[in-house]
């Protein structure tokens, strides 16, 4: 049973800092893993899809990565702003029909 | 183009009663999903549906039903509401089944009394 899990749970950061949101995996056969962001009380918004065989994707001031075979990926945010203030939730996809979600980190960026 | 619907936004139903979420997919979407988030946790795999067959199912009671019509649009339905039934009740859709990109809709608040 693929096990996903997320660190750390909660993150505070200035403005302006880069910051680095971490994913991990217990199975590596996996299609692909997404990262979302879900605001309080509201679904998930798609940030970045990683297929198995890429190694990152990057959209706008977000990056991803990924490395299959330790089980781990990571969500880099640049020059942090407050609107980035969210739940990031990893989800992996394997064989099944199913995403497997993490608990979530808790972000708050300060002005 | 608008992106997954979902209705009701929010709901309050009493223990044992009998509840239906409905579900719009992107168009051309075929596939939809159903996932159920408790409050702090990740959301959990209730069904997914492809071209109005079950693709696949989680680890939830019998009293957890769904179907998908023509229009690719679903409906998720809870008999003999519980307590612990309270969450937000998360649809996904996508092009084809199983492992294309998830994109979801905002989901409905389901609240047991």
């Known amino acids: 049973k693929q096990e996903v899990t997320q660190i750390p749970a909660a993150l505070s950061v200035p403005e302006g800092e880069n910051l680095v949101l971490n994913c991990s995996f217990t199975d590596s056969a996996i299609y692909n893993l997404q990262w979302f962001r879900q605001d309080p009380g509201k679904g998930l918004t798609s940030l970045l899809l990683i297929q198995s065989s890429q190694r990152e994707q990057t959209s706008g001031r977000l990056n991803a990565s990924l490395d299959k075979s330790s089980g781990r990926s990571t969500l880099y945010i640049a020059a942090s702003q407050p609107g980035d203030s969210a739940t990031y939730l990893c989800a992996v996809a394997n064989s099944g029909y199913a995403l497997n979600f993490g608990k979530g980190t808790s972000l708050l960026v300060t002005p | 183009d608008a992106g997954v619907t979902q209705s009701p936004t929010h709901l309050i139903k009493t223990r044992g009663q009998h509840v239906t979420l409905r579900c719009s997919p992107i168009?051309?979407?075929?596939?939809v999903s159903w996932y159920q988030q408790v409050l702090g946790q990740g959301p959990q795999f209730i069904f997914q549906y492809y071209e109005k067959e079950e693709r696949g199912r989680g680890n939830f009671p019998d009293r957890f039903s769904a179907r998908q019509f023509p229009n690719y649009s679903s409906e998720l339905n809870v008999n003999a509401l519980l307590l612990g039934d309270s969450a937000l009740y998360l649809c996904?859709?996508?092009?084809?089944?199983?492992?294309?990109?998830?994109?979801f809709g905002p989901g409905t608040r389901l609240t047991v009394l």
């Open positions: 996904a859709s996508s092009l084809g089944p199983g492992r294309d990109e998830q994109f």
């Open positions: 168009s051309g979407h075929k596939s």
